[in-house]
């Protein structure tokens, strides 16, 4: 059973930065594209970056060009998202997820995943 666990959170101010984790076990890490996602309240959840198993594809959302870096250590089974210059709109729950299905390497679309974390709280303030 594939687990993920997503950290690094919290309440920053405009203009800041923050790192969140994800750390997966069971399965094979290098097998899955990794992707992040977010949920503001009363919003679709959306996607924000996604990396290949071997971190050779990599896809942002044009919103976050610029500012965010997804990166992963494949020793360590863990990705991350790196959030610089964050905005208060940024404000959600940040999830991280994972697909090995086919045709699905650094894919952006919600539904090519299947393991979800359980999120992290990111709240940006004015």
């Known amino acids: 059973q594939v687990q993920l666990v997503e950290s690094g959170g919290g309440l920053v101010q405009a203009g800041g930065s923050l790192r969140l984790s994800c750390a997966v076990s069971?399965?094979?890490?290098?097998?899955?594209?990794m992707g992040w996602f977010r949920q503001a309240p009363g919003q679709e959840r959306e996607s924000v970056a996604a990396?290949?198993?071997?971190?050779?594809?990599?896809s942002y959302v044009d919103s976050v060009k610029g500012r965010f870096t997804i990166s992963r250590d494949n020793a360590k089974n863990t990705v991350y998202l790196q959030m610089n210059s964050l905005k208060p709109e940024e404000t959600a729950v940040y999830y991280c997820?994972?697909?090995?299905?086919?045709?699905?390497?650094?894919?952006?679309?919600?539904?090519?995943?299947?393991?979800w974390g359980q999120g992290t709280q990111v709240t940006v303030s004015s």
């Open positions: 997820a994972a697909t090995a299905r086919a045709k699905t390497i650094a894919t952006m679309r919600r539904n090519d995943y299947d393991y």
């Open positions: 069971g399965g094979t890490f290098t097998w899955y594209t």
């Open positions: 990396i290949s198993g071997n971190g050779g594809f990599i």
